[in-house]
């Protein structure tokens, strides 16, 4: 009986560890291994049980009305980089982040968390204007409390040309699902590391960013800089 | 007795098993799509082209002709050009493989066109190049990989040259052809000398003290290299927008051609190979003065960040100090100035003058030499394998007149233009004007360009007459300081002796093919008073000086006031040159650090840190606004102005469509802006990113503005300058017509070009952008292309307005310069442009103007812009500019760059943020209080709220503006709204069924210029798209089927759809085999084939998501009869007996309609309904087994699947129902045991 038991339990084993690969394997393809397409759209990272997604808009950091930032042609600065999704691009909130085409250009969040965790999921959301980018870890930082996050690259493919919106639409990637957290106080900074000149006067490579996500166990609360959007 | 463990016992394994099975057989089934991706006048605009690609093609063409015309020949030593007998060139220099088609920043190419390149335009003209050698500059690790733009030029040395290049050489060596490339890059200006650089001297680079554009080492060591190979041909092209040294290519007689080719666009090359081999001969002419030395024109001293003229070469020297520290001046933006101390004296009009007057101080060869050691080519140098002369002029004021009597009129010449030498060709007949020069008084170069043309194209022998008029007014001088005190200040003529010369170029006669024949006209302005001309020749308007304010007693300069120099006290000292004897064309001096020191108390440094604060108007202030003001009236009737209080109680009168074509002064236009409320008005002035916003409750649509000046978004039309080197009008109306047309292709409204500034300095970041140094030559060539432009219903805005001739600190430099060279020089082109272009849109520059922001520079928008020159339209900001409260802090100076505000800004006439004012900062424009009829704001610092109807008015007044410029554009669509033509639709058919569908947009548009055609994708055989939008045929083969269907209305307004075309088995008869009379029928119509298209809106989410849609279906007879005896019900069943005999087609229609499932919120409803023709035969019953015809097959397609998702479902189906057999065995088995 026992052996019969035995067997049949490891036989109900595989079959939830095949389910359970099947399932997890219906996901967004690119999710998993950091590639995106930058078409992704609306997009939310699945929640598993016992944890709560946190979302936090790039366009609320304290830092963006001290930045001198880029465009184009020209430079952008302040809030006025704060941008409004004319185009309906799937940001989320309505605005995202432009004009940290500078190396050195960073934006932090401080962001409070009642216990230390190191398994949450860092989700960014981002696009690309004027020209296909591919962000490496190097190239574009994203720290946490000081420690950089390394990610597979992200290619953001595509962008259109000839287009009046002239960007792509926002999608999710995700950075690393061992995200470690400390009780307290956690810092997080993303931050142009390059002088990789894209196009006109934008002088190094960087993303638009709308913002970022954080799927954990732990209860995190920040204080989000809201009069930025005037909110 | 044993227990059974429930969990474990068979049964429930069974069970279990079955239910995995069961999930993977649905898993399996489960297919995903994505979700296709989606995305003047009377107000009538056309395109002269049927399609995109059709109108492409024609803008590469015209691209193609402007070079073929802008090209110019500076050298053709014993005329080795045309090449003849020569087949195998080899082209030298690494940049030759990748040269600068075009600029950098707004003037780039965001083009996915494939470049005709150098190589490309050579084998089209029939050469044979050098492979051997193109493939070792292609390879980076052969020759080198070290240019920059802008800085490095990356010439491989002669020494990386390996041998299988050097044996090249003895195949391909019947010319050499050399290709030196230069370009600068936005946001910055060309390195002036490497010492200041701080990149490390690359190996192309040696002597410090070379700048950008001169050959490099490298370069001159190729160039002798291929002179020791004993080329007998060898032409150098000048692949560079900005001029360039080319003293010692001229002198080398080694060197057989030269061509300066500039960034000739993505087909210039086409143009450049059959120059060479003589198919076209070259008609091009400088844009510029090609001086001999850059560091010894007098610009040099006053240019860039003047590290230059450091003493260690590397020391900016353009800033204000803190005199107590001698450091720039700390935690204030903005502290950099640059003083255009050469005056009215740039470009040709100083070398040409210094010439004048040396010819009369030391004769005529001492000013040659002079001339020869100095200049290389003069202002409008051209050669062409032909000659061409003058047989003849004909003026319309007699020589000798005077032109007193005629000051408010124009001269006319006819000059007949003959080819004399032997080769088809055209030429540029240029007009200069003297005016008398008075030994200190007014500053007047010794000739300027008055007006010129172009031949048409002349066979040998053949003669052209073209017509060059002058306004008298025109040639006046801008006394500003009264110079030749006779109590006026303004454009003024002095007595004297007047000459009009018809030359080939700033310094030379225009050939004449007999000596009786004249080319210089003499005349006389009479009497010993100036004639003053105190309006503005087209608008009449009073003109006067804006920039001469004074300081005040106080030492403040006040904020009515503007200056365009250097504050007098306080402040660096800024040295004009002159023409006078006393200090004739003294050289300009670079500022010292000692100069540029301010102590705190200076006026100018106060001046400086409190440029950003403004309160509300004072009375006094000459912009104040008051409620007297918020009217307006047309004699007949008086519009009080308002605005809505909220869009949701408004009535609605007038709309944008009412607006088109409206006249800007017409009283109409108060009554519309009387509608909206002031959060709109808020909105259309503060948000112009590249847009303007819609009005939806208007049905104003949001417009699209954007770069470049040489590039809309595909054609590459290289430089400005290339096309201002043609001289030809023509060629400018044809780059115009095509900016528009491509613009109205992409449906984009508004244009950021032409580019009007000045080649002030050869070294400036965006002289590509730029025409020329000569204004009047800049301003028609932008007049010409303005008015094609906004014939096609695009509106410009003509940049960067004003005095952006340098990219460093471009944002908020000081620039100093006097309003003579101002209006004479700098502002003339965005004159031209305004009243002879007309056009509808400037953009500011970033710089100041004296101390004055130009994004709030009242006297030059507001007074002169449209006070003088009478524009009608709107200003946009360029990047740059961020809103500011304001009462801004002159303590704690934050980093952003903010360095004018929204009062300022729009109080002065600059209409439209470029940068989108950010959500935050739109509270500083204040809000609409109803009950006080005006604007209130609140500071921030809890100050009283402040009235301010100066900042209503001026924002209704900006946001007017916009609007109207949009009323006489494509925004208008032409009245065709397409908008209703998008999304999705799908359509399900049945094979081998004729169907008819129609995709056409709902409703009539207001055009009978419609089509409908496939733009992506393509339709199965058997089925056709109408120009009407109707599909229709009859498939033969099952499957998806998806396409976009393209609605054009007028060509140019499309508008797109996408298309899914479902093509389905026919259905099928079960049952309705060997029927026979009498014997009764159960039969039913099958459903099994139908399409199952389950799709997924939105992505992937982690875990599954299931979903089905369950669908009724009715069944109705559509046309024929079933067989006797048997009916059809609406569920599909055919029952009854037949009652005779006999083939019967009948066909069936089948409608369905789905009930979905609780998650079927991601899903589009699927809703076939289509016909299906049956041929059945009723036997006698006798025993004939009839035969029954059925449908085909049913299909097994599961639906398309896209990604990897579907396919890992599906994987994970046959996983998951192979583990539950598995089971199920083991289950089985061990209860055997």
Redesign the interface.
Known sequence: MKKKSLVLMLLLALVAAVSLFAFAGCGNGEEGDGEGTGNGGEGSTSVPEGMTEYLFEAEWSPDIEFLAGFDYSGTISGLDMIQKDYFEKGASNDYYVTGLYGEGLSLSYTIESDKAVDDAKLVLRLSAEYMDITLTSSIYTVAVNGTPVDYRNIKLTDVPVSDRANLLDFADFVLTETLSLKEGENVITLTTTNSNPMMGTMYATAPLVDCFKITTSAKLTWDPCMTNTGQ | M?RT?YL?STKV?LL?ASV?MAVALL?GSIGFTARA?T?ANDGKFYSDFLSYDEMLAAGRDANAEIAAEGITLLKNRQNVLPLKNVKRVSVFGKNGVDPYYHG???G?A???LSPITLYDGLQMAGYETNDVLKAFYENDARSGSDRTIGELIGEAPVSSYDAAVKRSFDRYNDAAIVCISRAV???NDAIRTYAHDQAEDPESVIEKDRHYLELSKNEEDMIEYIKALGFDKIIVLINSANAFEVAPLMADDAIDGLLWISSPGYDGFRALGEILNGTINPSGHLVDTWYSDFTKDPTWFNFGDNSQTSPDGKTPNYQYRDAATGEPLAGVQFKEFVQYEEGIYVDYRYYETVYADMVASDGKEAADAWYAENVVFPFGYGMSYSDFAVTDVQTSIAAGSDLRAHKDGKIVFEVTVENTGSVAGKDVVQLYYHAPYIDGEIEKAEEVLGAFAKTDMLAPGESDTVTLEVYIQDMASYDFEDKNGNGTKGYELDPGDYRFSVRSDAHTAFAVKEESVAVTYEYTVSGSDAIYYPNDRITGSKVENRFDSTQEADGTFGLNNYNSLPDPVGSVGMTRMTRASSAHFVMPQAPTVEEASLEKTDSLYQKIVDAFYIGDLAEGDFRYKDKDDAKATDGSTTVQFTQAASAADREIELTFPDMIGVESDDIKWEKFMNQLTYDELVQVVS?G???V?ALPDFEMP?A?L??GPTCV??VDYGSGNLLAATWNIDMAELMGSMVGEESLW???HGWYGPSVNIHRSAFGGRNNEYFSADPYLSGTMAAYQIAKVQEKGVYVMAKHFALNEQETAR?GIATYVDEQTMREIYLKPFQMAVQQGKALGIMSA?NKIGDTSSYACYALDMLILRGEWGFNGFIVT???P??TPPTPTTEAW?????FVNIWQQNISGNDLSL?????????YYGEWDDVEQTVVYTPEDGGAPVETTSLWLAVRESAKRIIFANAQSCLSMNGVDTSTFSGEKEITVGKDVEFYETVAIEGDLATDDIRYYISEGSLPEGVTLGSDGQISGIATDVGRYEFTVTLQADSWNQASKDVVLNVVTSSELTGMDGLAVGTAVNAAVGTDFIYKDYRRI???????QLWWITLDYSFELYDGALPDGLSLSSDGKITGTPTAAGTYEFTINIAATEEASALQQYNTPVTPDYLTTFTVTVGDGTGTAPGGEEGTEPGTDAGTQA???PL??G???I??GS??L??AL??VV?KR?
């Open positions: 044993r463990n474990f394994l279990f995995l898993l991706a995305p950098f920043g707004a780039a965001q083009s996915t890059n936005e946001g948000q990113r590249k847009m916003v949001s699209w954007d770069n978004a595909q992409i449906g984009r944002s970033m360029d990047s740059g961020t809103a934050p980093v952003a760059a903010t940068i989108n004012t950010s959500a935050a900062n739109l509270k939105g992505p992937i989410k982690a875990g599954i990604g990897g998702a890992a479902l994987i994970a189906g996983a998951v583990v539950g598995i089971v083991v289950a061990l045991k």
